[in-house]
C-alpha cells in the first residue's frame, strides 16, 4: 500500500521589484512547485506590454493576420468559480497559441454589472451589516451602494483572473455600465426599434413580487408539485400550501343553474371576467349564451366556448382571468374581453378587490377567499392536484403573471432562419445530435416559448 507524502512547498524568495524581469540564474527546485515557478513573471509580463496588439509590432515572426476575443465579463456578484477558471485556461492557451503563430492578439477583459443578480446580493449584504432594505434607502443611496459593491468585487475578479496567468490585456478593460459602452447598448438598442425588431407592448412577463421586477425565462425554474406540498415564499410568514384543485361554483344570473369550476388559483378570482367550456363538452351546451354571478361582486360572467379548454381536466369548465394567466390572457385576445389586474407590485391585493382582501399577501388572500367561498356555500371542496410551480431561482418566490408595458424582442423570424441555417447546412454542429435539439427550442420560440407554462413567444428585454 503506498502512502501519500507531504511534499515541501518552495517559495520564490529573491528579491525582484514589480515589473523586473525574474532573476532564474539559481538552481530549480527539484520538484515542480506552482508558487515558486509563477511568481513575479505577470507583473513583468505586463510591463513589457506582450498581451497588447501594439507589441505585434516588434515581433520578428509577426504575420498579417489578427485574432481578437472577448473574455465573459464575470458578474460583479462576487468571487470567480471554478468555470471561470476554466474559459479562462482555454482561451488564454488560443489567444498565446496566435500570439506564438506571430498573429496581433486582443483578448479583452472586462465585469458584467448584472442587474438584477447584483441588487439582489447587495441588498442582501446592505441587510446582513447595517440591517438595511433596499425601500428604505433613496435610489442614489443604493446605487452608491452598488458601486461600492462593484469597486470592491471587481478588482478581486481581475486580481483572480492575473493569478490564473491570463494574457489579457488589461489596459483595454470594461464595465457594461461604463459610458462608451452604455452609448453603443443605447445606439444598438434604437437601430433594432428603427428596424421593427424591437417594440414595446403590453404582454404577461415573469414578475417577481420579493423583487418587484420583472424576471428573464431562465431566471424561472420549474418545480414539480404532487399532491399537498408546503412551501415558503417571500413575503409570507408561514408555509403556504400547494398542490390542490379547488372546486367553485358559479351561479347562473337567473339563479336556476350553476357550473363548478376547477382552479389551483382562487386567490385571482376578482380578476375574473368570464367562465371557459369546450364547445363540443355535452355537459354545458344548454348553458351557452349564459352568464354568471361573481360570488363577490355585481360583474356578470358571460361562458364562452373555446377549444383550447381540455373537457377531461378538473370539471372540463375553467374560470378566466387574462392579467394572470398566460393560456387566458390569449383566450381574452380572442373573445375580446375586459383584463383586470388585481395585485400590486409587492404581491398584495389591490383596490380592484373588496377592502376586506386589500393590501393582504396573495397566498393569504387566497385563505380569506375560500373561507368567504364557503360561509356562501359556494365552495365545493377540493382534491389533490399535480402541478408545477414558476419559481424565482434568485429569491425562491412563486412568479406571478403580471401584465406590464415592456420592450420586447420579435423573435419568431430569428427562429425561422436559424433552423434554415441548419436544414441548408450553413450551420452545422459538432457532433450533429445536438441539431435536434438546436431545432426542438427554436420551434417551441416559434410557438409557445421556452417553457411550457409561457405562451408568451417574443423575447422580453426590460425589467420595467
Known amino acids: 500500500v503506498s502512502h501519500w507524502s507531504h511534499k515541501d512547498v518552495l517559495v520564490y524568495t529573491q528579491k525582484t521589484q514589480p515589473g523586473e524581469k525574474k532573476d532564474t540564474s539559481g538552481p530549480l527546485p527539484a520538484a515542480y512547485s506552482p508558487g515558486y515557478v509563477e511568481a513575479t513573471w505577470y507583473p513583468w509580463w505586463e510591463k513589457q506590454g506582450f498581451f497588447r496588439p501594439e507589441y505585434h509590432a516588434q515581433m520578428k515572426h509577426a504575420r498579417n493576420e489578427t485574432f481578437s476575443l472577448c473574455f465573459p465579463p464575470p458578474n460583479v456578484t462576487g468571487s470567480l468559480h471554478l468555470g471561470h477558471a476554466l474559459t479562462a485556461a482555454l482561451q488564454d492557451a488560443r489567444v498565446r497559441w496566435r500570439r506564438m503563430q506571430g498573429h496581433k492578439v486582443l483578448w479583452i477583459p472586462g465585469c458584467d454589472h448584472a442587474g438584477i443578480a447584483t441588487q439582489v446580493v447587495v441588498e442582501r449584504q446592505l441587510w446582513k451589516d447595517q440591517g438595511l432594505r433596499r425601500e428604505e434607502m433613496s435610489r442614489e443611496e443604493f446605487v452608491s451602494e452598488v458601486w461600492r459593491w462593484k469597486a470592491e468585487k471587481g478588482d478581486e475578479i481581475y486580481h483572480q483572473l492575473r493569478?490564473?496567468?491570463?494574457?489579457?490585456?488589461?489596459?483595454?478593460?470594461?464595465?457594461?455600465?461604463?459610458?462608451?459602452?452604455?452609448?453603443?447598448?443605447?445606439?444598438?438598442?434604437?437601430?433594432?426599434?428603427?428596424?421593427?425588431?424591437?417594440?414595446?407592448?403590453?404582454?404577461?412577463?415573469?414578475?417577481?413580487?420579493?423583487?418587484?421586477?420583472?424576471?428573464?425565462?431562465?431566471?424561472?425554474?420549474?418545480?414539480?408539485?404532487?399532491?399537498?406540498?408546503?412551501?415558503?415564499?417571500?413575503?409570507?410568514?408561514?408555509?403556504?400550501?400547494?398542490?390542490?384543485?379547488?372546486?367553485?361554483?358559479?351561479?347562473?344570473e337567473d339563479l336556476e343553474d350553476e357550473v363548478v369550476v376547477a382552479t389551483t388559483r382562487p386567490e385571482t378570482m376578482f380578476g375574473d371576467v368570464a367562465i371557459a367550456v369546450h364547445p363540443e363538452d355535452q355537459r354545458y351546451i344548454h348553458l351557452h349564451g349564459s352568464r354568471f354571478r361573481h360570488p363577490f361582486n355585481s360583474r356578470l360572467l358571460p361562458l364562452l366556448t373555446d377549444t383550447s379548454i381540455q373537457p377531461e381536466l378538473g370539471t372540463g369548465a375553467v374560470k378566466v382571468t387574462p392579467a394572470h394567466d398566460h393560456t387566458d390572457y390569449h383566450l381574452a385576445l380572442r373573445h375580446s374581453l375586459p383584463i383586470i389586474h388585481i395585485f400590486n407590485q409587492d404581491g398584495t391585493m389591490n383596490s380592484h378587490c373588496d377592502s376586506w382582501l386589500q393590501g393582504q399577501p396573495r397566498f393569504d388572500a387566497r385563505r380569506l377567499i375560500l373561507e368567504a367561498l364557503m360561509e356562501r356555500g359556494l365552495h365545493r371542496g377540493s382534491e389533490e392536484h399535480?402541478?408545477?410551480?414558476?419559481?424565482?431561482?434568485?429569491?425562491?418566490?412563486?412568479?406571478?403573471?403580471?401584465?406590464?408595458?415592456?420592450?420586447?424582442?420579435?423573435?419568431?423570424?430569428m427562429a425561422t432562419q436559424a433552423i434554415a441555417a441548419v436544414d441548408s447546412g450553413r450551420l452545422c454542429f459538432t457532433p450533429s445530435f445536438h441539431q435536434k435539439t438546436w431545432k426542438t427550442w427554436l420551434s417551441d420560440i416559434r410557438s409557445v416559448g421556452p417553457h411550457v407554462w409561457l405562451c408568451y413567444s417574443d423575447w422580453c428585454v426590460t425589467r420595467m
Open 163 to 252: 493569478r490564473l496567468g491570463a494574457s489579457l490585456d488589461w489596459e483595454r478593460s470594461c464595465f457594461t455600465l461604463d459610458p462608451r459602452y452604455s452609448e453603443a447598448v443605447t445606439e444598438g438598442f434604437v437601430r433594432l426599434h428603427e428596424g421593427g425588431c424591437v417594440y414595446r407592448d403590453q404582454g404577461l412577463v415573469n414578475w417577481s413580487c420579493a423583487l418587484r421586477s420583472t424576471i428573464s425565462d431562465i431566471e424561472v425554474q420549474s418545480r414539480s408539485v404532487k399532491g399537498i406540498t408546503h412551501l415558503s415564499v417571500p413575503g409570507h410568514s408561514h408555509l403556504i400550501p400547494f398542490g390542490q384543485i379547488f372546486l367553485i361554483s358559479f351561479v347562473t
Open 386 to 413: 399535480s402541478l408545477v410551480l414558476p419559481v424565482c431561482s434568485r429569491t425562491g418566490d412563486i412568479i406571478e403573471p403580471f401584465l406590464r408595458s415592456q420592450w420586447f424582442v420579435r423573435c419568431k423570424k
